[in-house]
């Protein structure tokens, strides 16, 4: 499919009305619950970290 970026997201809204509708699982609700937090709080925060160093990193080589 090469319906670029318009179409991916429009098929992600589709996937998750369609997992409400047939499955009903709320993907919603469980981003905000406790099991969520444990998968994606240590993603988030490696992101951040290295986001830090490598912003750290380079504004060490730019300003030597």
Known sequence: MNGGFIGKVV???IAIIALK???G???????????A???YDPAVSLI????TWLDN???????K
């Open 11 to 13: 098929l992600l809204i």
């Open 21 to 23: 509708y047939f499955f």
């Open 25 to 35: 699982f709320d993907i919603l609700e469980w981003l905000k619950s406790p099991e």
């Open 37 to 39: 937090h444990k998968i």
């Open 48 to 51: 951040k970290d290295t986001y």
């Open 57 to 63: 990193f380079v504004r060490s080589i730019v300003n």
